[in-house]
């Protein structure tokens, strides 16, 4: 099993930015998309940012602007966060979808999260 480690989460205030990445436990030889999600306390688990095989980006209305997705060839997702407002506080989940072509068929991995806290 594939299993991702985050790092780069912690307290930061209003403003200012963070640097997350999550880099998988082995190489991933087709990704399909890498993705972050963020859960808050009382709130459905929501997708942030997205990037495809192809290098197309999709953010969540509320992050668009201040953050970018980004990959490497290493396996590995980051997400640059930037101007970062109380409202972001979340736990930080970072995904890959790894698409087996023979079967046409997609598996999820995820990592265990990072916790993002903006406050002043």
């Known amino acids: 099993q594939v299993q991702l480690v985050e790092s780069g989460g912690g307290l930061v205030q209003p403003g200012g930015s963070l640097r997350l990445s999550c880099a998988a436990s082995?190489?991933?030889?087709?990704?399909?998309?890498m993705a972050w999600y963020r859960q808050a306390p009382g709130k459905q688990r929501e997708l942030v940012a997205e990037?495809?095989?192809?290098?197309?980006t999709n953010y969540a209305d509320s992050v668009k602007g201040r953050f970018t997705i980004s990959g490497d060839d290493k396996n590995t997702v980051y997400l640059q966060m930037n101007s970062l407002k109380p409202e972001d506080t979340a736990v930080y989940y970072c995904?890959?979808?790894?698409?087996?072509?023979?079967?046409?068929?997609?598996?999820?991995?995820w990592g265990q999260g990072t916790q993002v806290t903006v406050s002043s």
């Open positions: 995904n890959i979808r790894e698409l087996f072509v023979m079967s046409r068929s997609l598996v999820n991995y």
């Open positions: 082995r190489r991933i030889f087709s990704i399909n998309t």
């Open positions: 990037i495809t095989n192809v290098g197309s």
